[in-house]
Each structure stands twice: as structure tokens, then as C-alpha cells.
């Protein structure tokens, strides 16, 4: 009986619930409500996710995420492994050439002043550069917080593994991601403050055709401009590019579906749930982070103002030629801030399509970002 009883109180205490602490239950709390919104709202689920079940297992249990050094068997966690690859900015890469796989360029090859509603939008990264710095974070911590202002992950992860912030990678991704998946209920209330019923109703003239050539050219001619002048960022843009190449030179179909398909998913899935295990109760729950969620809201939230102001400026000199919604999309959520600017201009007339002229902005607001992202990195000598 002795022996029984000593195997049921091993295998009882060998339960989570005598290893867990207040705060994992917290964190495995926040994890239920971000699948709640993802899979009952629909808060981008792709993202939303695999990142609520990632911060699931990590609170569940941490050892998910344990390095080799630190095991007593000397084997890491699975989910250690899928960060390692966050740290090396391969998952980041290919991101970027998934997104560039999948997205038509053409909005913004036909409209180029987009590229000035994408630069725009990119002030909260700068607003939350000079935020952080005011909360006492370093120079390089400062620069990795504020990408977030792009509504951009992969960027963000890219540039603390850059700048070897790897301490505060994971609050950032999560912050990132968090406000990527929640650009439909962010992004509106800002866009009508600072908009008028009159100017939403803006109708925008048809986009002119682009040429298969122009289609083909622009990639490259993006890579070699962006790269010779930030050659940090070619992992970056040049994935992005080389993806939209595979879309458009209509020679590698089943690359272009593999990138922006199988490969783009597992990605995606790795990502994710690696992201979402760094949100352990003790690495998430501390004044640091709490800094860095806040920055990020104030970033982005900065990064859409601006966004939309220009647009309004933009509509002033072009008298009414351009609807400053699509200011908006300058972030580079790519498409959801293009969505939130066509959802939002056909709540004021529901005969307006602004899709595809926001698309315009919203890839320029990718390419600036990883600008905004190689610029520090220029700044600070990191190569």
C-alpha cells in the first residue's frame, strides 16, 4: 500500500498544478482570450492563432521553451529551436518573401506618390524611438521597440536580433503581432476623428494599367536602389522582392505558390507559436514589458495619425483627388490596414472601393518599414 501510495502522490505532484504560479495562470487567461478573438472575431486567426497556443504551452509548460544548457539531458525544448531560427532572422525572411509572393505591386507602381503615405506612417516609429528613450531604455532597445510603431512582426523580430535585444524580442514580436491582428478595431475611431464625412466619401479615379515590364522591373530596381543604399536591409527587401519576383515573371508558378503557400503556412506556424512562448509569466509579467506594449499602442496609434494627416494634406493639394483614408494603410499590416481603409470608406458610401489604392501605401509602408528598420542599423554600426 505504501509503494501505491507513493506513486499516486509522485504522479499527483508531477500535475502543472503544483508547478504553476499565479502569473502562468494570468498569462494561460490572456492565451484563451486571444484564441476567443481570433477563432469567434476573426482578429486575424492566422497570426492570433498560433500565438495564443504558444502562449498556452509555454504557461502550461515552461520546459517547452528551455535551452539545451539549461536541461538536465542537455536537449532543448521544441520550441526553443523554432526561436533559435527568430534570432537568426530566418523565419523574418521568409515572411517577407511569403508577403512578397502573395502581393500585387501594382497599386503602388501605378500610383507612386503612395510612397509618400507609406514614409508618413512610418512617425510612430519614430515617436516611440524617443518614447522609449524617455521611459529609460537604451539607444538599441529604444530602436528595436519602436519598429513596432510599423505594425510590423517580422521587422521587429529582424531588428532585436539585429541589435542583440533578444532579452526583449519577445514582448516586442508579441506586441507586434498583437497589433497587427487588431488593426480592424484599432485603426477606425482614429481615421474618423481625423476625417470628415465629406472627405471619406472621396471616390478615387482608376488606377492605370501596369505593364508586365514594369510588373518585372520594379523588384529588381527595389533591390538594387534599397540595397546599395541599406544593404543591412537585403534580407529583408530582397526576400520581399524576390517573392513578388516569382509572382510576376510568370516563369516560376510553382515557386510563387510554394512561397506563398505551404512554405508561407509552416512558416507561419512556427513563428507564431515560437513568438507566443516567449510570453512566460516570468519573462512577460515585469514593468519592462507592460513599457513596451504601451510604446507599441502609442506607436502605432501615432503611426495611423500620421498616416491620415498626410493623406488629408494630400487631398488638399491634389483638390479632392485623394481619399485620406487610405493614409492609414501606410503601416505595413499588409493587407488588413489596406481592409480596415476600404471597410471604412464604405461605411460612408458603400458604392466607394478604395482597396486597391490602398494597397498602394500599404506596400510602401513594408518597404519603409525595413528602411526605418536598416537606418538604425546603419546608425548604429550593426551590420
Known amino acids: ?18 508547478n504553476l504560479t499565479v502569473g502562468n495562470y494570468f498569462m494561460i487567461v490572456i492565451a484563451c482570450v486571444f484564441l476567443y478573438l481570433a477563432i469567434r472575431h476573426g482578429f486575424e486567426p492566422l497570426l492570433l492563432t498560433p500565438i495564443a497556443f504558444g502562449m498556452l504551452l509555454v504557461n502550461i509548460y515552461p520546459d517547452i521553451m528551455i535551452a539545451p544548457e539549461a536541461s538536465a539531458n542537455g536537449v532543448g525544448g521544441l520550441l526553443h529551436y523554432f526561436y533559435i531560427l527568430d534570432e537568426w532572422a530566418i523565419l523574418p525572411s521568409l515572411i517577407f518573401m511569403g508577403v512578397g509572393a502573395m502581393t500585387d505591386f501594382g497599386p503602388l507602381i501605378a500610383n507612386p506618390k503612395s510612397f509618400l503615405l507609406g514614409a508618413a506612417a512610418q512617425f510612430g516609429i519614430f515617436a516611440a524611438y524617443f518614447g522609449a528613450i524617455g521611459m529609460g531604455f537604451n539607444d538599441m532597445a529604444a530602436a528595436a521597440i519602436s519598429i513596432i510603431g510599423g505594425a510590423d512582426g517580422p521587422t521587429s523580430i529582424f531588428l532585436a536580433s539585429k541589435l542583440g535585444q533578444t ?10 503581432y ?19 464625412e465629406k472627405t471619406r466619401k472621396i471616390k478615387m479615379g482608376q488606377l492605370r494599367p501596369v505593364s508586365k515590364l514594369e510588373k518585372i522591373l520594379f523588384p529588381v530596381v527595389v533591390t538594387i536602389v534599397v540595397g546599395l543604399l541599406l544593404p543591412t536591409t537585403v534580407p529583408l527587401v530582397g526576400m520581399l522582392m524576390l517573392g513578388n519576383l516569382f509572382r510576376e515573371s510568370g516563369v516560376v508558378r510553382q515557386l510563387q505558390e510554394t512561397a506563398s503557400n505551404a512554405l508561407m503556412y509552416i512558416v507561419v506556424i512556427m ?3 515560437s513568438v507566443g512562448a516567449t510570453t512566460s509569466a516570468e519573462a512577460f509579467l515585469n514593468w519592462d514589458t507592460l513599457k513596451i506594449v504601451l510604446l507599441g499602442l502609442i506607436a502605432f496609434m501615432f503611426g495611423t495619425a500620421a498616416g491620415v494627416v498626410f493623406g488629408n494634406i494630400m487631398c488638399k493639394f491634389t483638390k479632392g483627388k485623394i481619399n485620406p483614408l487610405i493614409g492609414s494603410a501606410g503601416v505595413s499590416a499588409v493587407p488588413m490596414a489596406a481592409r480596415v481603409s476600404q471597410k471604412v470608406g464604405a461605411e460612408a458610401d458603400p458604392t466607394n472601393f478604395l482597396l486597391m489604392h490602398a494597397m498602394g501605401p500599404n506596400v510602401a509602408g513594408v518597404i519603409g518599414t525595413a528602411v526605418a528598420a536598416g537606418t538604425f542599423m546603419a546608425i548604429f554600426g550593426v551590420f
Open 167 to 176: 532579452a526583449i524580442m519577445g514582448p516586442i514580436a508579441v506586441a507586434a
Open 271 to 273: 513563428l507564431g507559436t
Open 178 to 196: 498583437s497589433y497587427m491582428s487588431l488593426v480592424p478595431i484599432i485603426q477606425p475611431p482614429i481615421m474618423k476623428l481625423l476625417t470628415t
Open 1 to 18: 500500500m505504501e509503494y501505491i501510495g507513493n506513486t499516486l502522490n509522485n504522479l499527483f505532484h508531477q500535475t502543472a498544478f503544483f
